[in-house]
């Protein structure tokens, strides 16, 4: 469903080109939920951007659904991107339009007649069971509601593809089970695949088929969750270890109070 293919994406910063995604191949299988894991600053926002072109690579191919995103002219490409929703951890919702109007503008651009837009909206707000909040304002609205309207606007285009970056990142313990409730039913019930980009372990042991380990602009490991699930299974690198131990170690000894999470010896593997 999405091939991507030795991406690279670099930035210009005073000390010259900056590598924010190093040379990464993936392939997303149709109808799976991926997940993306790493530390702040290891390119995952960047690489999911790469995936709809928000953020064009600075080499490498991005194929959805067997197109080549990055051969496609500026209309073709607006016109493929209607297949490929996005979330964000501040759901990014407009705040002087109620949580129905954020929704039918999302449509708006794709150039849906008002009647139609009408429609559509009310459908996808039914999907995430925000009907009753349909004429209610973002403020008024809980963060776990507010991405649940982020994820009817998503999904109000028809999308094959939802691109998540850290959906439950802004939202309290219970509330990111229930938003990724609403992700799961999705793929399982329209077959979205799905793309979830997170720091935390528990998201991707909840809802991810398979995860991709990111560091410093590159995966460095890939498994499946029944891998993970499996017991005696064993990461091959030391941030995926890390990752899964899905555990607060602190150094105790008074030495290592400034060090990082990832820096050896905090590292128990
Ligand atoms: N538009 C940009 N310009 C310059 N540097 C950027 C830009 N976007 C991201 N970066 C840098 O690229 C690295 C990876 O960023 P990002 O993809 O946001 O990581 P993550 O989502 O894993 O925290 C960071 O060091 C970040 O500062
Ligand atoms: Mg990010």
């Known amino acids: 469903m999405i091939e991507i293919q030795n991406v690279s994406t670099s930035f210009a910063s005073a000390a010259g080109p900056f590598t924010a995604v190093d040379d990464v191949s993936l392939h997303i299988r149709r109808g799976t939920i991926q997940g993306i894991i790493g530390f702040s600053g290891a390119g995952k926002s960047t690489l999911l951007r790469n995936i709809n072109l928000l953020e064009r690579p600075t080499s490498g191919r991005v194929l959805v659904d067997g197109v080549d995103l990055v051969t496609l002219s500026d209309a073709e490409l607006r016109t493929k991107r209607h297949d490929i929703g ?18 039918e503008l999302s449509l708006k651009f794709a150039g849906v007649g008002k009647a139609e837009r009408r429609r559509r909206a009310a459908e996808t707000l039914e999907i995430v069971d925000l009907a009753d909040k349909a004429g209610t304002y973002p403020a008024k609205l809980s963060g776990g509601q507010k991405q649940r309207v982020a994820i009817a606007r998503a999904l109000a285009t ?8 850290e959906p439950t990142s802004a939202v309290d313990p219970r509330t990111t089970s229930s938003v990724l409730q609403y992700l799961a039913d999705v793929n399982a019930e329209f077959g979205i695949t799905i793309v979830v980009v997170t720091h935390e372990m528990n998201v991707i042991k909840a809802i991810a088929d398979n995860v991709a380990v990111m560091e410093e602009g590159r995966v460095v490991e890939q498994f ?7 017991p005696g299974f ?14 607060i170690q602190l150094d105790r000894s008074g030495r290592g109070t400034h060090t990082t999470a990832a820096s050896e010896g905090l590292i128990n593997v």
């Open 158 to 165: 028809g999308p094959k593809v939802l691109l998540c970056d």
């Open 234 to 247: 064993h990461p091959a690198t030391s941030i995926g270890r890390y990752l899964v131990s899905d555990e």
């Open 86 to 103: 996005m979330i964000f951890q501040h759901f990014n919702l407009l705040n002087n339009l109620t949580a129905q109007e954020n929704v």
């Open 224 to 230: 499946d969750l029944t891998e993970l699930r499996r």
